[in-house]
């Protein structure tokens, strides 16, 4: 163990974390005039901004403003407060649809970071309320890693089942191509300038140069934060918060390798270490099926076991523990690893939704809309695991979509299967009967269940749960698959299956803060010079999950509102 170091060192604001909520606040404070620093807990910078699908939901945004697209904030307010109902806080609401264009504003104008909005992107309930077609999702625009020097190799890697080659990144429209290549020459010629670019990177770099998705944002945000002087402190982490007598946050003492240090911080510090996805404990406490023996896993880096809302909590902090769900889930499958282990793969959106797919528990009963977003899909799933005392349940597809689509990490055409069947990732039976017998699914119901879902396939219309029959649904569909972009009977064998389980790309459950983003005690009052954005804060969705983006775009805002607040002549 490395000793502990009696030395005592010095800055304007000290920022826990590195992805996007907390770069936003240490390049806000920056601009702000303040010299803040970054520790990271490993590696590398990024935090799970660096490997997430980049979304950022922002109504009203400057980006639709100039192509002509308009919103309405009361509209907007309307979506969040029929999502989050009673648990919502108006406050904070208020301050994410106020200050959320501004900050992408911000950041658009005087940073590295650059956007293009998404004309057509449903939000995830599009017949509420205030929802939005399109507009209100940004992304930013892929960028060139080598901007970075060598600094890239810090950037934390792409999740390796996520890229081709061995960490080929694609964005959304590669994935599109890639889909279609064997189809389209345009597509096939997309693809070849795709690879041809990874395979020169690979001449000179230690990983693909071309960003895209989470990563541009990090990668991006790391330019500037570089520009702007800003070290990040690399496997360092908090151990404990300093406070004054007066109660003032005044610092931290944190761990690296040179070991403890107190780092003392004029103007406070910023929580921003992204929640508590892998703290077995507080998963013990908040997830309701993990209290119960369900399994559960979870796509963020291992790193984020919650040591900052820990920290925060021993001087007297609030954890919000009322949201609707502690998590936001995603349904995930197994790969195994060559050493008996095995790491989660997300069933996000290529797959569930698409024609020729459904979903059955082990009672060979479809429970869900497969189509429905990941987090509701793992809502119905958690409810029928619970309800039948199972551990997981089962995605089915036939050969036609398996080879379109893919299934999981099993990919489609001309991507190989043979690998996933022999690991059993990937089960296959030549008929359904064979199917049910490996999988250990019920035969004759999974039977009656096929047969009720084709009927309802050809007509077009899901009976039972309509699955294609939102705008958001047919989006993740097959706009070729007529007369319903998600549904086509199960018919061409042999027929496959992928077991799912419960999981989750990031916690809503987190600190209270208000609009200042500053923390709370737990009689409501702010603990001066504390702050907390990102998954460290409790989500102003309040366990609700609106649309694409709603983790990343309140972690920006949030994280602009709490560098500009700590930069304040008065932020207590």
């Known amino acids: 163990m490395m000793p502990a170091s009696n030395s005592v060192e010095e800055c304007d604001l000290l920022v826990v974390g590195s992805g996007a909520a907390g770069m936003a606040a240490a390049i806000a404070a920056a601009h702000e005039g303040l010299k803040p ?54 406050a904070l609401i208020d301050a994410f649809l106020r ?26 309930h599009p017949d509420t309320p205030g929802a939005a077609l399109g507009g209100r999702v940004i992304d930013a625009e892929d960028y060139d890693g080598r901007r970075l020097g060598a600094n890239l190799d810090r950037l934390r890697p792409p999740i390796g089942d996520f890229t081709l080659f061995g960490g ?119 997830f309701d099926h993990v209290s119960r023996g369900i399994p559960h896993f979870s796509m963020s880096p291992v790193a984020g076991t919650g040591d900052a809302i820990s920290a925060a909590e021993k001087i007297g902090a609030s954890f919000i523990t009322s949201n609707s769900n502690a ?67 089962w995605l089915i597809c036939d050969h036609r979509a398996l080879r379109r689509y893919g299934l999981g990490a099993a990919p489609a055409f001309p991507g190989r299967i043979g690998a996933h069947l022999k690991s059993g990732y990937l089960k296959r039976g030549k008929d359904i009967l064979e199917l049910a017998q490996v999988t250990g699914i019920d ?21 039972q749960f309509s699955k294609g029959g939102t705008a958001y649904q047919t989006y993740l569909g097959d706009a070729e698959n007529k007369p319903n972009p998600c549904l086509r009977a199960l018919e061409h064998g042999p027929f496959y299956a992928v077991e799912i389980f419960a999981g989750d790309i990031g916690t809503s459950m987190g600190l209270a803060i208000d609009e ?11 603990i001066p010079g504390l702050f907390a954005c990102g998954n460290d804060a409790n989500s102003i969705m309040a366990g609700a999950y609106p649309g694409a983006g709603i983790t990343l775009g309140p972690a920006l805002t949030f994280g602009y509102i709490a560098g500009r607040a700590a930069a304040s002549a008065d932020n207590s």
């Open 37 to 90: 620093v970054i520790i990271e807990k490993t590696a590398f910078f990024g935090g799970s901004t660096a490997v997430s699908g980049g979304a950022i939901w922002i109504p009203d945004n400057p980006l639709m403003r100039t192509a002509g697209m308009s919103d309405d904030i009361e509209d907007a307010r309307s979506y969040i407060t029929s999502e989050t109902g009673n648990r919502g806080n108006a």
């Open 99 to 124: 200050k959320g264009p501004e900050a992408i504003g911000f950041f658009h104008d005087n940073t590295a970071l650059r956007f293009t909005h998404r004309a057509y992107s449903p939000d995830y």
């Open 168 to 286: 080929m990144m694609l964005n959304r429209f590669d994935i599109g191509h890639f889909l279609k290549m064997t189809r389209s020459v345009r597509s096939a010629f997309h693809a070849a300038s795709v690879i041809a670019r990874y395979a020169r990177d690979r001449l000179s770099y230690k990983r693909g140069t071309r960003l895209v998705l989470g990563a541009a944002i990090a990668g991006r945000m790391a330019e500037t934060a570089f520009d702007l002087g800003i070290p990040i402190r690399y496997e360092t982490a908090v151990v404990a918060l300093e406070r004054e007598p007066s109660g003032r946050v005044t610092g931290a003492r944190i761990r690296g390798p040179e070991g403890e240090t107190l780092l003392k911080a004029r103007h406070g510090v910023v929580l921003a270490t992204g929640g508590f996805p892998h703290s077995n404990e507080r998963r013990e406490e908040t």
């Open 327 to 393: 998590a936001f889930w995603t349904p995930v499958s197994l790969l195994p690893n060559g050493d008996g282990t095995s790491r989660p793969f997300p069933h996000l959106f290529l797959d569930r939704a698409k024609p020729g797919v459904i979903s059955v528990a082990r009672d060979g009963r479809r429970f869900v809309n497969e189509a429905s977003s990941y987090h509701d899909f793992v809502q119905g799933l958690i409810s029928k695991l619970l309800e039948r005392g199972d551990r997981s349940a």
């Open 443 to 463: 035969a004759q119901a999974l039977s009656e269940t096929l047969n009720a879902f084709n009927n309802d396939a050809v007509a077009g219309v899901d009976q």
């Open 516 to 526: 200042n983003a500053r923390v709370l005690d737990d009689s409501g009052q702010a």
